[in-house]
């Protein structure tokens, strides 16, 4: 090959690398704008997406006692209460609220009329146990006093 | 020769490579996935809420702001709390977004492109009080079932839209029309299309207000999706659920309106008052109307500690429902004694009003700071919880913050 064609070579193969540095360019420039102009009007996080990198790993892995997908306490009835009360509404729901077995059971019941919840069989009795053991009412009066105040210096 | 084609095929390769990345992205969008950035599950990014707000629920969304986040006069988005029965509406196509008006007391029904309401009809701003009924619910004992909101599920933002009153009329109203009932583009929990998460509304006269909006802003603003993009129903006042979000259907009826969390024991509280923890049978529940009076003390946060002597200026807001706040007072002996706050007047009829009062302590010690308003109608907020319901709704109990003085 001659000096010129060498000099060719070289040419081309910095026109063919400006050539894939601006297709790389525009295909960014172009997926960018997209993803902006989608993403005011895109619904903010499917349920299911959301707990994906929890599904990867051990989906029900157990720490200090708790269930750390779902929160629940670890204890007799925990699987029966992740597989029937967590398909619909958060695991938050549930621990959030104190009942006796009559209101848990009326609540359950109440689910079944209008929210689609199946019929539980014999789970229900299990799950209901595991929520009055485990999240049982607490007696707190009329008003009750003020707890966790954390105090701080308030400049004046 | 061979060191070209090397090349080529590398280049090749990762543009490929590369598009075969972009390309699966690309898709996800084309199918209506999320963007990465919004799969991210965390709330105060996704809704963009302020640290200190605290979620009660993610299956749906349930947020609410703590007494001193709301210490603005005109509550802005990062702290105005949440509270959704479904799920948030996907793909929203605003350009093909209607407001269809329907129902049994309607003359001719009628549908409204967004760009037609805006239109058509005369905008209206106004700041308006929406408190979820629920709010305060974990006080109340025997517990109370759902969402254990404190003190935090209150705003005071600004609306901007048309009066809902213009748009029935312009579709016309027959006599015989009883109440509205609002339905939307929310998803039920358990996925069922024919099913609807929440389908409220109002009677007549509370409709035909003048500060009873379809509004499409907030704070100046496209209403956030998490709270109604592109139109809510926004009735100031009365418990919020009645301020239904992602509207794009209301119905005039001749009837009380009986879409679902209307019936039942949803937003209802016994008619005549029953013993805590008593059963109540659903024809004994009657339907909240207008919130009853509270107030917030804002400012400081519970939790201050001054030197003796040092006067501490507290500050905050007080809503009476459809009514007004007259007197506002606090007291540091446990109700024993009460002093005089100065309480504005509100900017407009349902919006807050804010108080303010400067507090002197006589000796070192633990103090509570209490606040009680009353209305209009001489009524005050109680220093004890009100009378138990089923659902624990319309606790108005006094609020107070802890001060201690060295």
């Known amino acids: 090959m001659s000096k010129e064609d060498d000099f060719r070579e070289g040419i081309k193969k910095i026109y063919h690398l400006l050539k894939l540095l601006l297709t790389l360019f525009l295909l960014t420039a172009t997926l960018l704008f997209v993803y902006i102009s989608n993403f005011e009007f895109s619904p903010p996080v499917g349920e299911k997406d959301a707990y994906v990198a929890n599904l990867v790993e051990d989906e029900d892995r157990i720490e200090n006692g708790i269930h750390v997908r779902t929160g629940f306490i670890e204890a007799e009835g925990l699987m029966e209460v992740v597989n029937n009360c967590t398909n619909c509404h958060s695991a938050k729901l549930v621990i959030q609220n104190r009942m006796n077995a009559e209101r848990w059971n009326a609540t359950i019941e109440w689910m079944q009329e209008t929210q689609n919840l199946w019929d539980l069989g014999g789970n229900q009795e299990i799950i209901v146990n595991y929520l009055v053991s485990n999240y049982p009412p607490q007696e707190i009066g009329r008003r009750a006093a003020l707890t966790n105040i954390e105090w701080y210096e308030l400049e004046d | ?406």
């Open chain 2, 1 to 406: 020769m061979k060191r070209r084609n090397f090349i080529k095929k590398t280049a090749l390769a990762s543009i490929a490579t590369l598009i075969g990345a972009e390309i699966v992205y690309g898709l996800n969008m084309v199918e209506g996935y999320e963007p990465l950035a919004l799969q991210d599950p965390d709330p105060f990014t996704m809704f963009k809420k302020g640290k200190g707000m605290v979620v009660l629920n993610d299956k749906p969304w349930n947020i609410e702001a703590q007494a001193h986040l709301l210490d603005d006069k005109v509550t802005p988005n990062k702290f105005m709390f949440i509270r959704n029965n479904g799920l948030i509406p996907e793909g929203i196509d605003v350009k093909n977004w209607t407001l269809t008006i329907d129902g049994e007391s309607v003359k001719a029904k009628k549908t409204y492109t967004l760009s037609e309401l805006k239109t058509k009809f005369k905008q209206h701003t106004y700041q308006l009080t929406l408190e979820c009924g629920g709010n305060g619910r974990s006080e109340f004992n025997p517990p109370a079932k759902g969402n254990q909101w404190t003190v935090g599920a209150v705003h005071c933002a600004n609306w901007t839209g048309v009066r809902l009153r213009d748009v029935l009329e312009d579709a016309g109203i027959k006599n015989d029309a009883v109440y509205i009932g609002y339905h939307a583009a929310d998803v039920h929990l358990s996925r069922d299309p024919k099913k609807e998460p929440i389908s409220r509304g109002a009677p007549m006269a509370k409709s035909l207000q003048d500060e009873t909006l379809l509004a499409f802003q907030m704070n100046g603003k496209d209403i956030p999706l998490v709270h109604g993009y592109p139109l809510r129903l926004v009735a100031g006042g009365w418990p919020a659920s009645v301020s239904g979000k992602w509207l794009n259907r209301i119905s005039i009826r001749n009837k009380i309106h009986d879409g679902p969390k209307m019936t039942g024991t949803s937003y209802r509280v016994p008619c005549e008052p029953v013993a805590p923890g008593d059963k109540v049978k659903d024809e004994d529940m009657c339907i909240i109307e207008s919130m009853p009076v509270k107030s917030l003390i804002t400012y400081p946060k519970s939790g201050a500690i001054i030197e003796k002597g040092q006067l501490l200026h507290i500050r905050g807001h007080a809503w009476a429902g459809e009514l007004e706040v007259s007197k506002m007072e606090y007291s540091i002996d446990f109700g024993a004694s009460w002093n005089q706050c100065t309480v504005e007047a509100a900017v407009n009829r349902l919006a807050w009003q804010h108080f303010s009062a400067s507090v002197q302590f006589p000796i070192k010690g633990y103090y509570e700071v209490w606040a009680r308003a009353t209305d209009s109608r001489g009524v005050a907020q109680p220093m004890l919880l009100p009378g138990w319901n089923p659902k624990g709704y319309l606790n108005n109990a006094c609020h107070r913050i802890a001060v201690k003085i060295k």
